[in-house]
């Protein structure tokens, strides 16, 4: 009976782990869109955006009434009056008391203040420019999935043709003792197909470390934790063919829609509240204030007996602040503001030019990669049909092991050259579809 109940509780653990164990199935556009997200630098960009809302509410609660409650309690523990003809029953007792409480309620209003309003216009450009750092994340948070996506993809097709090759070589090697079993190759010729395996496994062993690099820099990329597999659904050639029915060139683009000139232009209007924030200072600061309270006076702590005597008193103000003289500090501060101001601008007309100059420069270079791509696999082809060749050439001892050796390296570099330049132009792709947000 116990054997069978231990048996039972193995079997449903067994159960258990499959089911916490979860398998994600992902294209490229799922993988990016899971990364905004779930992405730890994606989910700290929201929420400084949400710390920026408050921020704005913050600075705009300054201008709004302000009610403060205040109690002050007072107990001369060596009396004055002790011992005093009238002491402490005479009227003085009452100008300077041995206890007193007051309690009071104040309300004050800002009335009027130049850094208030500049405030205000502050925290509405502060939460523009957490959104616009939201919106880059974003940005970087793709280029960067999608290059991780790419690498996987790469390291597993790099990993089949290498094992694909592998198997060949080691088919050559079979036939190869064979014939020199029959003398009708020389045992050089072992020895250089020996060579070639030898580096095509040494390759796999590194590009299978490489390949389980790629998957956990895509797990932390998406957010996730080693503990989850993911098995992606497209392959290079799925990506090629998406890249290429999508137009190579964006007619629509505007440099005014893209994240690094807004935000160029979010440090522009910075600087400029700044520089008005130095001007408001020249103004006055106008506030008012209205205060009740209520005092008692005592020999003994009689405050919460209904016998005890209250004195109620209330007064308005109003307090207007105005600034005089600085030393001319404040005249350097506003120059400063000023020039800091003209800096910005500048910088804005140069992000403005250096965003065309990137957009053609990708737009150039994604045409490029496709061109590249294409010689790439023509290259791939001519390499297959001359590696098959010398193949048949040397099984029928027309050929040396050098002469085959020597197609089946050009072929394998013909396959990595084919591989990398798929990678490249999705990469190129995805940098002009951030470059257009």
């Given amino acids: 009976m116990k054997k069978t109940l231990l048996l039972v509780c193995i079997i449903l653990g067994i159960g258990a782990n499959a089911q916490d164990s979860k398998t994600y199935k992902l294209s490229l556009k799922e993988a990016v869109d899971y990364a905004l997200k779930n992405n730890r630098t994606v989910k700290n960009a929201a929420l400084s955006i949400q710390a920026a809302k408050q921020q704005k509410w913050e600075t705009t609660a300054i201008g709004l009434p302000q009610i403060n409650a205040k109690a002050e309690y007072k107990n001369y523990v060596k009396y004055p009056l002790t011992g005093v003809e009238g002491g402490e029953d005479s009227f003085i007792n009452f100008i300077f008391p041995k206890q007193s409480l007051t309690p009071s309620v104040t309300l004050t209003q800002l009335l009027f203040d130049g850094s208030y309003i500049v405030g205000l216009q502050s925290a509405k450009v502060f939460l523009d420019i957490t959104k616009n750092a939201k919106a880059k994340t974003d940005n970087e948070i793709t280029k960067g999935v999608t290059s991780a996506y790419n690498n996987v993809l790469l390291t597993q097709e790099s990993i089949n043709l290498i094992q694909k090759n592998i198997a060949s070589i080691k088919s050559n090697l079979f036939e190869s003792k064979a014939m020199l079993t029959n ?22 062993n590194s590009l299978e470390r490489m390949h389980t690099i790629s998957l956990k820099l895509l797990r932390l990329t998406l957010g996730f934790t080693d503990d989850v597999a993911i098995t992606l659904t497209e392959d290079l050639q799925t990506l090629i063919s998406q890249t290429k029915q999508q137009a190579t060139s964006f007619t629509d683009f505007s440099v005014f829609k893209n994240i690094d000139y807004q935000i160029a232009e979010n440090e522009v209007n910075s600087k400029k509240l700044l520089y008005k924030l130095e001007q408001a200072k020249l103004l006055p600061t106008v506030s008012s204030f209205l205060t009740g309270n209520y005092i008692g006076n005592s ?19 109003v307090t207007i602040d105005i600034p005089i003289f600085s030393s001319f500090a404040s005249n350097a501060k506003r120059k400063r503001a000023k020039i800091d101001w003209q800096i910005s601008q500048n910088k804005l007309i140069d992000t403005e030019e250096q965003i065309e100059i990137n957009y053609q420069t990708i737009k150039s ?73």
């Fill in 183 to 204: 003398g009708f190759i020389e045992e050089e010729d072992i020895e250089q197909l020996q060579i070639t395996l030898n580096n095509l496994e040494n390759n796999l």
């Fill in 299 to 317: 020999s003994e702590f009689t405050f919460f007996d209904k016998s005890q005597n209250w004195i109620g008193t209330a007064m308005l103000g």
């Fill in 365 to 437: 270079d994604l045409e490029l990669a496709i061109n590249t791509l294409d010689n790439k696999k023509r290259n791939l082809e001519l390499a297959e049909r001359i590696e098959h060749k010398n193949n048949i050439k040397y099984k029928e001892g027309i050929s040396s092991s050098f002469d085959l050796r020597q197609a089946q390296m050009q072929l394998y570099s013909s396959q990595q050259e084919y591989l990398q330049a798929m990678v490249n132009v999705i990469n190129k792709k995805a940098e002009l579809n951030v470059l257009q947000n």
